[in-house]
């Protein structure tokens, strides 16, 4: 069983930056898929970034593409989420989560293992 913790969430003023991290335990890292969603208040859960097992490939959602950098340190068993120029429109539960699948899923159900969440705040 992967067990996902997610930190770094907070108060940020727009057009500021938060770097988001998701330490895993209880299986082999390197060998998941991992991605990044975001739940805001009456909305769906929905993809904000995913990376593939060797960090080789990965896909954004389009309205954080450029702004977004998701990676991976397989040797820590982590990985982050860079957001910069952040807008009050990026506040939102973030989860960091886990796949067997190959590629880079963008589906939320083709996610295995979820973490708790942690809450980004932007103020306009």
């Known amino acids: 069983q992967v067990q996902l913790v997610e930190s770094g969430g907070g108060l940020v003023q727009a057009g500021g930056s938060l770097r988001l991290s998701c330490a895993a335990s209880g299986g082999t890292f390197s060998t998941y898929g991992m991605g990044w969603f975001r739940q805001a208040p009456g909305k769906e859960r929905e993809i904000v970034a995913a990376?593939?097992?060797?960090?080789?490939?990965?896909v954004y959602a389009d309205s954080v593409q450029g702004r977004f950098t998701i990676s991976r340190d397989n040797a820590k068993n982590t990985v982050y989420l860079q957001m910069n120029s952040l807008k009050p429109d990026d506040t939102a539960v973030y989860y960091c989560a886990a796949t067997l699948r190959l590629g880079v899923p963008h589906d939320k159900s083709e996610y295995n293992y979820w973490g708790q969440g942690t809450q980004v705040t932007v103020s306009s």
């Open positions: 990376i593939s097992w060797t960090g080789g490939s990965t």
